[in-house]
């Protein structure tokens, strides 16, 4: 029975690191400037884990056939444990995870705190129980004033965030349900929420940070491909979070050009 138990052990632990190692599942293709660091500090950190986790579960397996109910195997002895052993793999685990959150904090860190570049494009994300709404400030490059008291999901991109239309900033002001970005160009991000926290996710730009209600988050990040990315909210948030997802679209910059300039001659 040992000698199964070990075997099913090694099976299960080979068979699960085989997905990783071919990368059966995987993240999708990076597209953005910070992908890449991103991705080899993901791919770092599963190469560690896994050596740990392969080689607990061989020891496992092992020791499940050692210690088995059979005359021939070997006596188990009880033990309190060896003080020196935890206190060594208690401090390699620890030098092993700060480690790892150090070496990964700068990327966030820039994307977080340092303030976007010049050039980069303004965007307002704002998040809503179930859509994404994204706002642009329009020619003369600012936003207008929102009011809570104003909101009506049911009355269109503008109502559904409470934009103030008696602004003069907001007469410009473009909503879309749908993210254009113009390719290589940093994007300015501002972030809020109307109801309950959400969490603005685009797995391909490797960009994810919650939308909080009362807060207005900036972050940025610089998207280095053309094409369709998916938007999804990775904070449940509520019956209808599996359908919060929304779109990027990743274009050139004289489509970018286009685009805006057509939502302009509607709103006049």
């Known amino acids: 029975m040992g000698l199964v138990l070990m075997a099913v052990i090694w099976l299960i632990t080979l068979v699960s690191t085989y997905f990783f190692v071919a990368k059966t599942w995987w993240l999708p293709h990076g597209a953005s400037t910070a992908a890449q660091f991103i991705d080899g500090q993901f791919a770092l950190t599963y190469v560690l884990m896994g050596i740990i986790f392969v080689a607990a579960q061989m020891a496992l397996?092992?020791?499940?056939?050692?210690?088995?109910?059979?005359?021939?195997?070997?006596?188990?002895?009880?033990s309190h444990g060896n003080t020196m052993l935890?206190?060594?793999?208690?401090?390699?685990?620890?030098?092993?995870?700060?480690?790892?959150?150090?070496?990964?904090?700068?990327?966030?860190?820039?994307?977080?705190?340092?303030?976007?570049?010049?050039?980069s494009v303004p965007v307002e994300v704002t998040g809503m129980q179930f859509a994404w709404y994204f706002r642009y400030p329009g020619p003369d490059g600012k936003f207008g004033a929102t009011d809570p008291k104003l909101i009506d999901p049911s009355s269109g991109n503008e109502a559904a965030i409470g934009l103030d239309t008696t602004d003069p900033a907001s007469k410009d002001d473009i909503v879309s349900g749908t993210m254009y970005l113009p390719v290589g160009r940093e994007v300015d991000l501002r972030e809020r929420a109307i109801d309950v926290i959400h969490s603005f996710y685009v797995p391909s730009m490797r960009f994810k940070q919650d939308a909080v209600p009362g807060l207005e988050i900036h972050m940025h990040f610089t998207p280095t491909e053309i094409g369709d990315y998916e938007i999804a909210c990775a904070e449940l948030c509520g019956l209808?979070?599996?359908?919060?997802?929304?779109?990027?679209?990743?274009?050139?910059?004289?489509d970018f050009d286009k685009w805006l300039a057509a939502r302009e001659a509607e709103k006049q």
């Open 240 to 254: 209808g979070h599996y359908k919060m997802h929304g779109m990027l679209k990743v274009v050139s910059q004289e």
């Open 61 to 78: 397996g092992y020791l499940v056939w050692k210690y088995r109910d059979h005359p021939s195997a070997e006596p188990v002895r009880y």
């Open 86 to 119: 935890e206190i060594l793999w208690t401090t390699l685990t620890a030098v092993l995870f700060i480690g790892l959150n150090l070496m990964g904090r700068n990327v966030w860190a820039a994307e977080r705190f340092a303030p976007a570049g010049p050039g």
